[in-house]
């Protein structure tokens, strides 16, 4: 699934094809996870932010065009057997292909995210200044299992399974640790910041089932460097022991069992 750095990715590739442009056309199959749709056309994109792992098209208008790439989605510059919206300006068209159709498109009043509650309750931003150690400290300090915890967006916005592990492996923190020290909470914010900032660096992860691609089609390389992800008893990068892989909260969780101790 994609997460912050593969989406911030996303984002920047289609940029120039979509910022200052007025969207000419939307086509795209007709059930719920494509809604509104039709309300921006013929309305001209002013900017192109992301905010975890959604990519929000704003307007002159106050509408919001909320983009998430669910499992498998991503845009390419060329229509495919997997092709599901067609986005059409000026300068081009973009194919958002997504293979077994998790992502989800919708127009919402600028701001209204009450359909989005994830979107509404989500943390900051992992590289902006409004991550505040101070407040990544209180809040970890009586929070439940690390792992879950980051993967609910709350504490900080982007972190799915393949970071939260990498993360936490910097960090020498178990992935069901609970009421995190100071100390740790202040190694897993620098490794969080650290991960993620690298990953976008990278142009992401693309994983073995390659669903996750630039849109020229070349993949992202951050996956060379993943220490715990799918590492599963290959050596520790710090101690050697092999790398141990079981399931938390239904996601597939790697761990080094001697330096995450619990
Ligand atoms: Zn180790």
């Given at each position: 699934?994609?997460?912050?750095?593969e989406?911030?990715?996303?984002?920047?590739?289609?940029?120039?094809?979509?910022?200052?442009?007025?969207?000419?056309?939307?086509?795209?199959?007709?059930?719920?996870?494509?809604?509104?749709?039709?309300?921006?056309?013929?309305?001209?994109?002013?900017?192109?932010?992301?905010?975890?792992?959604?990519?929000i098209?704003?307007?002159?208008?106050p509408?919001?065009?909320?983009v998430?790439?669910?499992?498998?989605?991503?845009?390419?510059?060329?229509?495919?057997?997997?092709?599901?919206v067609?986005?059409?300006?000026?300068?081009?068209?973009?194919?958002?292909?997504?293979?077994?159709?998790?992502?989800?498109?919708?127009?919402?009043?600028?701001?209204?995210?009450?359909?989005?509650?994830?979107?509404?309750?989500?943390?900051?931003?992992?590289?902006?200044?409004?991550?505040?150690?101070?407040?990544?400290?209180?809040?970890?300090r009586?929070?439940?299992?690390?792992?879950?915890?980051?993967?609910?967006?709350k504490?900080?916005?982007?972190?799915?399974?393949?970071?939260a592990?990498?993360?936490?492996?910097?960090?020498?923190?178990?992935?069901?640790?609970?009421?995190?020290?100071?100390?740790?909470?202040?190694?897993?914010?620098?490794?969080?910041?650290?991960?993620?900032?690298?990953?976008?660096?990278?142009?992401?992860?693309?994983?073995?089932?390659?669903?996750?691609?630039?849109?020229?089609?070349?993949?992202?390389?951050?996956?060379?460097?993943?220490?715990?992800?799918?590492?599963?008893?290959?050596?520790?990068?710090?101690?050697?022991?092999?790398?141990?892989?079981?399931?938390?909260?239904?996601?597939?969780?790697h761990?080094?069992?001697?330096?995450?101790?619990?």
């Open positions: 699934m994609p997460e912050l750095p989406v911030e990715t996303t984002r920047k590739l289609i940029e120039p094809f979509v910022l200052g442009q007025v969207i000419e056309a939307i086509d795209h199959e007709k059930n719920h996870r494509y809604t509104d749709l039709a309300n921006v056309v013929g309305k001209r994109i002013t900017e192109l932010t992301r905010r975890g792992k959604y990519i098209a704003h307007f002159e208008e509408l919001e065009m909320i998430h790439l669910g499992m498998t989605g991503g845009f390419r510059l060329q229509e495919g057997k997997h092709t599901r067609t986005l059409k300006t000026a300068k081009g068209t973009v194919y958002f292909q997504d293979a077994r159709k998790f992502g989800k498109w919708q127009v919402v009043p600028k701001g209204e995210y009450a359909a989005l509650p994830t979107l509404h309750e989500m943390g900051p931003e992992p590289l902006s200044d409004d991550f505040k150690l101070e407040d990544f400290v209180k809040e970890m009586h929070a439940g299992k690390v792992k879950p915890h980051l993967m609910s967006q504490p900080v916005a982007g972190l799915g399974n393949i970071y592990d990498e993360a936490l492996w910097h960090a020498q923190i178990h992935p069901e640790a609970v009421n995190l020290s100071e100390e740790q909470s202040t190694r897993l914010y620098h490794a969080i910041r650290q991960v993620i900032a690298r990953a976008v660096e990278a142009g992401g992860s693309t994983l073995s089932d390659q669903t996750y691609a630039q849109l020229d089609g070349n993949p992202g390389y951050f996956q060379l460097d993943h220490v715990a992800y799918a590492r599963d008893g290959k050596p520790c990068k710090r101690c050697g022991t092999p790398l141990e892989k079981y399931w938390l909260a239904q996601r597939g969780t761990y080094c069992p001697t330096c995450q101790k619990l």
